[in-house]
């Protein structure tokens, strides 16, 4: 094992095939569940549901680990600088990430369309390949290729939704000044509250996939509209549902007793992550249900 031998000695970890393996399972999840999605039945499915087992219990050991050097005292004020430089650059990564689908989303609506209309420089695109085309949004693309669809009513679930987040913002900061105050019952209510609120937004917008689906006509490939609409509200779905399990695991570990009012970065990288979901959704819910 690694030795910390001096409180101003940067602590580096030994080397470890966790990174290694944790590839090998994601490789074969996101291969397996690839070949899955293409039709693929026989032998596909079990795969990925072995490459998740594997990648989930290969997380469950590698953040052991790190928990373990944490309450061991090897990290000083350096290594908590570059956790969070790290988590801020992680986030930033993020902002990057949906700012490529939110971009997708205005070029569809504010370039692509209005040519597929036969505004600007390009009306000979709408002259002879689609001259019946109307640009109005949401549409299911030149020709009806999406097919017929109705659109989610903004002012119910994801109205219900944006409540829901805004207020586990609420509650994960009441959680936070709890830590501070060394109040642990609040820390933990706090936490526990904001994993709530989490898990009854994934429980509502899985209510609202559903809808679309069997209700609404609404899929992925209903034209461009479906497309985006899906991969810009399933990938912050996806984010909800990771931020809903770290603030689980940080609620199991203030349980434990693993925080103090002066040292809890774990704490704040999981509050700043969910401050970021809570945005991006204030963005799609004007952006994509809204407007």
Avoid at 53 to 69: G, Q, S
Avoid at 190 to 197: D, E, S, V
Wanted: glycine share 10%.
């Amino acid at each position: 094992m690694a030795t910390h031998t001096s409180a101003h000695k940067y602590y580096v970890p030994d080397q470890s095939s966790w990174p290694f393996m944790l590839t090998l399972a994601l490789v074969l999840t996101l291969g397996s569940t690839a070949f899955w999605l293409n039709g693929h039945n026989v032998i596909a499915p079990y795969l990925a549901a072995i490459g998740l087992a594997a990648l989930l219990v290969m997380v469950f050991i590698w953040f052991r680990d790190v928990v373990h050097e944490n309450l061991g005292g090897v990290y000083g004020h350096q290594e908590d600088m570059t956790f969070r430089w790290a988590m801020s650059w992680f986030i930033f990564s993020e902002v990057m990430f949906f700012a490529a689908f939110f971009g997708a989303l205005f070029y569809t609506r504010m370039i692509a369309l209005p040519w597929l209309n036969g505004e600007g420089e390009k009306f000979f695109t709408n002259m002879y390949l689609w001259p019946s085309f109307e640009g109005v949004w949401p549409t299911n693309g030149p020709g009806h290729v999406g097919g017929d669809f109705e659109t989610v009513n903004a002012w119910h679930l994801p109205l219900i939704n944006t409540v829901l987040l805004l207020t586990s913002s609420v509650t994960v900061t009441w959680a936070h000044w709890g830590l501070k105050e060394d109040n642990r019952f609040k820390l933990c209510l706090g936490l526990f509250l904001t994993a709530a609120l989490g898990g009854t937004f994934l429980y509502f917008q899985a209510v609202e996939y559903i809808e679309a689906y069997e209700h609404l006509g609404l899929t992925l490939g209903s034209g461009i509209y479906g497309s985006t609409f899906f991969l810009l509200t399933g990938f912050h779905g996806m984010h909800v549902t990771l931020g809903t399990l770290m603030l689980t695991i940080i609620l199991l570990r203030c349980l434990k007793g693993h925080f103090s009012s002066h040292d809890h970065f774990g704490f704040e990288a999981v509050a700043w992550y969910w401050h970021f979901v809570d945005v991006v959704w204030l963005g799609l819910f004007v952006f994509v249900y809204i407007l």
